[in-house]
């Protein structure tokens, strides 16, 4: 990944912050992040790859968001 998908990172995550403040359900930020991450790769990245897009986009939602804990936010709110 190029520096410019790194960078990419904080900006997910200050997004999801934002959308959080809203008043959004906290529990459904992972999804959003990974949401953002797949915009961001496929649009701003590699707008002519859609495969590498789509993995890089994949790559900065998780890592915004931490593939364990959101994982774990998901499946407790599914229970409840």
Same mark, same amino acid.
């Given at each position: 990944m190029e520096y410019a998908g790194i960078a #990419?990172?904080? #900006? @997910?995550? %200050? @997004?999801?912050? @934002?959308?959080?403040?809203? +008043?959004f359900n906290q529990k459904f930020i992972p999804v959003v992040n990974l949401? #953002? +991450? #797949?915009?961001? %790769?496929?649009?701003?990245l590699n707008p002519g790859d859609l495969k590498a897009g789509i993995i890089q986009g994949i790559f900065i939602g998780l890592s915004a968001s931490g593939l364990y804990s959101g994982t774990k936010n998901i499946v407790q709110e599914l229970k409840q």
């Open positions: #990419l990172i904080p #900006l @997910v995550i %200050g @997004v999801s912050e @934002v959308i959080k403040k809203i +008043g949401i #953002l +991450g #797949l915009a961001a %790769g496929i649009f701003f």
